[in-house]
């Protein structure tokens, strides 16, 4: 029954307030004749009078006030999770999914921008490290590297990301004057099991086909790291050469730690895709993280394209 007159008990707490059936139907949107025939109706379905109706007032019944007070307790708990919704839109906690490699490399270190900008939101970083799961139950938005958008998602298209080889700068000074082609066959090259298991591309064998990797009498080591910025750490360390990619080896390039020497670039395979749930698409606060994401992207092509590791369109 609650179902069928919760329109009619907004009504009758209309009435009690105004003390008249037009002054509650104007603040309804509806005419009198249906704030009326309202009335009635619960009023036989209760068979109970709830509204003493005379030539100059509109009085609610003993019984009418005891509906309306609850039905006000219930307006103001509604009310209160009108707000919380609201804020919960627009500022609190955003939870972001991430690779762990794109959130120890590039996400977290640039976040205090994000934070700086939009001091009500929090950003909460959780790692997904297979591209190929569902958005995680407790993720507002995922940032993920697909061949193509996710489908049941709302899913949109960032950018590419450049891939090229680097080295330690002591690394690269060994292999001084030596081409690619030349210096995979001496020197350890670094690749990630992720990148050769889930169908991206990035590393080496399928990035650079044309080195043929697999069949060059190589004499260095082949050395393979569960995730890329493992093989990037390994990289600065001097250990060999790895596959890198924009996003994360800029920042460690421009401080040094990393150099691309061979001044070979191409793209990866798969492209960066920002996806959320339909529902929460157009949330402020999330709105606000793509915002500062896009520009943070932007930014970061310019300064590669400074140091000739973005790839040609």
Not at 83 to 103: C, D, F, P, R, W
Request: glycine share 6%; with cysteine; aromatic share 6%.
């Amino acid at each position: 029954m609650i179902a069928k007159h919760i329109g009619t008990l907004l009504a009758l707490e209309a009435i009690d307030r105004h003390g008249s059936f037009t002054a509650a139907a104007h603040e309804l949107g509806v005419s009198q004749s249906a704030v009326s025939m309202k009335i009635v109706r619960l009023e036989r379905d209760l068979k109970v009078r709830l509204v003493e109706r005379t030539t100059r007032s509109v009085i609610l019944s003993k019984e009418g006030k005891m509906l309306v007070q609850s039905s006000r307790s219930a307006i103001n708990e509604l009310e209160v999770a009108l707000a919380e919704v609201q804020k919960l839109q627009n500022e609190g906690v955003l939870t972001v999914e991430v690779l762990s490699s794109i959130a120890s490399k590039w996400l977290i270190p640039h976040l205090g921008g994000f934070h700086k900008k939009n001091p009500d939101i929090t950003v909460n970083v959780t790692i997904q490290d297979n591209q190929t799961e569902p958005l995680g139950a407790d993720a507002d938005v995922s940032l993920r590297i697909a061949k193509s958008a996710l489908t049941g998602l709302h899913s949109e298209f960032l950018t590419y990301e450049a891939v090229f080889p680097v080295c330690s700068p002591e690394l690269a000074h060994e292999l001084r004057e030596r081409p690619l082609s030349e210096a995979v066959k001496v020197a350890p090259l670094l690749d990630d099991r992720m990148a050769l298991e889930d169908g991206s591309g990035c590393n080496w064998q399928d990035q650079f086909p044309e080195l043929d990797i697999q069949s060059t009498n190589r004499c260095g080591q082949h050395l393979i790291f569960d995730r890329t910025d493992l093989a990037l750490q390994a990289a600065i360390s001097g250990q060999g050469l790895a596959i890198g990619r924009t996003f994360l080896c800029l920042d460690e390039i421009e401080r040094g730690n990393l150099v691309a020497p061979f001044g070979v670039t191409s793209r990866l395979k798969w492209g960066y895709y920002l996806v959320s749930r339909k529902s929460i698409s157009d949330w402020p606060k999330l709105m606000s993280f793509k915002t500062w994401l896009v520009d943070e992207l932007q930014n970061l092509q310019e300064r590669a394209k400074v140091l000739k590791i973005w790839y040609e369109q």
